[in-house]
């Protein structure tokens, strides 16, 4: 199993005096079962899976029941032994936020839930559990957590530098995907789409009752085809013969199930920046191409503009989510047409303007009209432009 970032915060939370309930958050098959199950293995502890109708019945909020799943769940992997509760899918189980509640304020235990972050939307409770809970992420896998468990020799890092960026635009950074290289490349497409149908849109349209699944799809696919550019949801509903309420409905569902990265437009009181629209990423460009049926070398691909910029506001807002940085992601774009990728805020208004260039240098250097600093992103500066850049 590949090492993640996210252990280093586990493994200081289980060692640590804080007992608020841990709340890890990830789209499905990003390797939070996965992580449990290594948890649960190192504890000598259950791992409670809230898909299964009798694990959630094992949760109710009954004092008799609680207390005996606090003394069967002691952890003997920890020298002082304290009751580890770990759930999966925990959204799986809405009313359980009652439970969580109780088991912070009367039992503490430790407990670390993994699900998606719909929770906050199906539990009515979920707002009685404000500050009792902290949040990490696991998402599919970052350039720094693969090159970490990879140990590259520095005298060949440029050139596995750039085979990894190669390698995550065409299918994307899933772990199940990333690490069987034994899979011919047919086999790995098998795997995308089935991921792709199962659990990117099976999964969110059973969790939110969607009436149309083709309609979903459809607007998945419609925004793939437009990679670096503004996403109009009127356009997109007009094209689809559907109501722009239900195409917006459907997108913030995508977005908080860790589908897609939203990118507003930034704005000031200077009239000439314009944009209303958002663009739009993939968490994963593995599920991208697959919408759009193309696994083409990027050099020889029509998007491939569109495709390193994704990759690369993917990996930096990877980061900001597994360091916890404090920032705020925009695009800037004036009335004349000329924009910037990627404005950095910090939470002191400091700001970093990004140019992301598969070639050549940027060329928007002073358009944003607040001081900033700038820096340009390219396949050859990419890995430690990224691990330096939210510092």
Known sequence: ?????????????????????????????SGKTTLLDKLAENLKVTKFNFDLQSDKEKFAPRREILEKLIKENIATGLPSKPSVILIDEVQGYPEATVMLKILY??????????????LRQKSKDFNTLAGRFTESYCLPLSIFEIAENEKVLESERAMYEQSLAEKLQIFGSYPEIYT????????RTNLLQNILDTYVLKDVIDIYELKNAKLAKDILTKIALQLGSEVSIREIADSLNANPSTVSNYIEIFIKNYILIPLPSFKTNIRKAVSENRKLYFYDLGIRNILVKDFRETKLRP?????????????????????????NFYFYREYGGKEVDLIIEDYYKKYQCVEVKVQGQGGNKDIFPLPHKFTTIGQDNYFPTITDILK
């Open 1 to 29: 199993m590949l090492k993640r970032t996210i252990e280093g915060t586990i493994d200081q939370y289980l060692k640590g005096e804080d007992h608020k309930i841990l709340f890890v958050w990830g789209p499905r098959r």
């Open 105 to 118: 304020d009367e039992y503490k235990v430790k407990v670390i839930a993994t699900g998606s972050s719909e």
């Open 180 to 187: 069987k290289d034994s899979l011919a490349e047919g086999e």
């Open 303 to 327: 998007d491939q503009g569109g495709l390193f910029e994704n990759f690369i506001i993917l990996e930096i807002e990877k980061q900001r989510r597994n360091t916890g940085a404090l920032r």
